[in-house]
């Protein structure tokens, strides 16, 4: 077929063939091809590589991104090089190594003690980011399962509200101060301090969500495929509240870091040996104005910390969204 | 045609279906039988809101049934039976849905979504088979083997359809319930899709009970009718029967008001208003009866003589 069209006279585009000089040799049946209808062009989609286009779209994401990897590098590589411990005093009778402001020498400068704030601070850094991963990872997985059971069974659903009521009520602040004073101070107790109640909240929100999405009609056409709840939840529900758990997930990993610096700075928590962000800050804060960068630098790395793991967070949630992906 | 010996798969007595209690109590479905012999086209014509798709989700196992029976080959399938028996005849009902882009998972590949009831079902020994009985499905409705692992938003909306067919079909159902599953549809591949249902039924010998509320399409496609309104079924016939000697005013009315496709005689044409006060059921109540053979309709014993004297 394509060399009789190639044999035939071919006309540019908008010009005016005379009537007479077609014939019937110039038209050629084309049939219909059932086959090609069907075809579909786009390249094939993938979820994950959409959401990896759509998230590294945005130049402030990959700053924050960038900005993100050498906090975490310098937090977890750098403690190893400096060997900074808490409990060393050594430099304490060296006066020459006592209050130094930033220099090239001491980037961070030094404290009271003559140890290097620069160490210090990543030393502690370590300790807060691990403990806000940590702990909002324990939170979500609980509160992701439970909340899912909870939200598609009848009798879960009115036992769970009964405990959720009561420990909603609570502040939890309260229940994490009491807990740490009770469990005693040390980095695993902080954690299940932390931990303990915080999943309700989480498993909460997921038992709305899933909620929402059980009724949906796909999900009643799996039910007449015979598909059992549970891998229901995992193929039909979980995949749709992607983009609303690391919603979650980016609010609960810099509350986590600031509740660990709220707690070391009331003197719960930590134990003694142990450096932190919020021990940094408690223990500089009186030399807010004598000499201010003992307290602001902490301050401002844990800043940097949280915003930064925020705004990741948001644009990942974002990203995960397939709405956005047009 | 004798109905008598033909093999019921399918049938329903007295059934009434209610949702909500107490106060807000309300009655979807109620009085409701009949039967559906195996390898037919059975459709129900209503109105929004006739309770047709209620009975469609109610045969699945989806609504739960206040009162009466589903009986479906030889067992009744409603109310209380063992997890074990609704686990056997899920595989054997399945349904086709109204709507091919809300009742498809948006985040599984098509490969995932058609294999999901042999999974279940545990319907193949080995991988390979698997995947050549997803392909020879999507070929049986017109769609490509290469398409398998892309995702439902990339089709059209006929070939999400068919894909919905695929899935249900795939289990080598004995009843498929379809749920108006054209009405969401563009005009252009509607004959498409019932094109395909009736090759199913011509081919595989299997069972519809077909849900609708487009007369012309019911006609087409079904081997017999029930017009149901207000959840009772009024009229029951076989599909000539039923266009040609309408014998329920409601089916008159509805008749009366399918599209014609030319102005001049659209206009020469009385429609039928259906008023439900002209019937006086305060002395006789109203029963499903037979006034030719085959041909139910819902009246009193004072109409139904009416019927048979007007028929003659």
């Known amino acids: 077929m394509q060399e009789s069209l190639n044999q035939a006279k071919v006309f540019e585009m908008g010009t005016v063939v005379p009537a007479n000089n077609i014939t019937e040799d110039d038209f050629t049946v084309v049939s219909l091809n059932g086959k090609e209808n069907e075809k579909i062009d786009t390249p094939k989609y993938s979820y994950w590589g959409s959401v990896a286009k759509k998230f590294l779209f945005s130049k402030i994401t990959i700053f924050m991104l960038i900005l993100m990897l050498v906090i975490l590098l310098m937090s977890f590589i750098q403690p190893f090089f400096s060997g900074y411990s808490l409990s060393n005093v050594g430099n304490i009778n060296d006066f020459k190594a006592r209050y130094n402001w930033p220099s090239a020498k001491y980037w961070f400068g030094t404290d009271a003690n003559g140890n290097s704030l620069f160490d210090a601070i990543w030393a502690g850094a370590r300790t807060s980011i691990s403990i806000g991963v940590i702990a909002s990872l324990i939170t979500e997985i609980i509160g992701v399962i439970i909340g899912s059971i909870w939200g598609v069974s009848k009798k879960v659903d009115r036992i769970m509200l009964e405990i959720y009521n009561v420990i909603s009520n609570v502040p939890s602040l309260l229940i994490i101060i009491v807990l740490s004073y009770s469990f005693g101070n040390g980095f695993w107790n902080l954690i299940f301090a932390m931990t303990c109640t915080s999943w309700i909240g989480t498993a909460y929100f997921m038992r709305v969500q899933v909620m929402i999405m059980r009724e949906r009609e796909y999900n009643v056409a799996s039910k007449t495929l015979g598909t059992p709840m549970r891998r229901i939840i995992i193929r039909n529900i979980l995949p749709y509240l992607t983009s609303v758990i690391v919603t979650d997930i980016s609010m609960a990993l810099p509350s986590f870091i600031s509740y660990e610096v709220f707690l070391s700075f009331l003197g719960v928590g930590l134990s003694q040996n142990v450096p932190s962000l919020g021990r940094l800050i408690s223990q500089y804060s009186p030399y807010m104005t004598t000499y201010p960068y003992l307290f602001w630098l902490p301050v401002l790395v844990l800043a940097l910390i949280t915003i930064s793991l925020y705004i990741i967070g948001q644009r990942l949630a974002d990203a995960s969204d397939p709405r956005t992906h047009m | ?312």
């Open chain 2, 1 to 312: 045609m004798n109905n008598s010996d033909r093999e019921t798969l399918l049938s329903i007595k007295d059934l009434e279906i209610t949702f909500g209690s107490g106060n807000s109590k309300f009655v979807a479905v109620q009085d409701v039988n009949f039967d559906i012999f195996k390898g037919e086209i059975f459709s129900l014509v209503g109105e929004s809101g006739s309770g047709k798709t209620t009975i469609g989700r109610a045969v699945l196992g989806i609504n739960p049934t206040s009162n009466g029976q589903i009986i479906f080959e030889g067992k009744q399938i409603n109310g209380k039976i063992s997890s074990k028996e609704k686990f056997e005849t899920e595989r054997k009902i399945q349904m086709i849905f109204q709507d091919p882009s809300a009742s498809l998972n948006e985040r599984a590949t098509i490969d995932y979504i058609i294999s999901e009831g042999l999974y279940n079902y545990k319907l193949f020994k080995s991988e390979e088979e698997r995947v050549n009985k997803v392909k020879e499905m999507l070929e049986a409705v017109g769609l490509l083997p290469e398409q398998l692992y892309r995702y439902p938003h990339e089709f059209s909306g006929g070939q999400r359809q068919r894909i919905g067919i695929a899935r249900a079909l795939i289990m080598n159902p004995d009843l498929v319930v379809a749920d108006e599953p054209i009405s969401a549809l563009d005009m252009s591949i509607r004959a498409q899709v019932l094109n395909l249902l009736k090759k199913f039924q011509r081919e595989q010998g299997i069972t519809f009970l077909f849900v609708a509320h487009d007369l012309s399409v019911v006609r087409y496609i079904s081997d017999r009718i029930a017009v149901i309104r207000a959840g009772r079924i009024l009229e029951l016939a076989e599909t000539e029967e039923l266009f040609k000697n309408p014998i329920h005013p409601y089916t008159k009315s509805l008749l009366s008001a399918i599209p014609i496709p030319d102005p001049r005689i659209a206009k020469s044409r009385k429609n039928i208003v259906y008023d439900p006060s002209i019937h006086d059921y305060s002395t006789k109540k109203p029963k499903f009866i037979e006034i030719k053979p085959g041909h139910f309709v819902y009246c009193n014993e004072t109409e139904a003589e009416e019927y048979k004297r007007d028929l003659k």
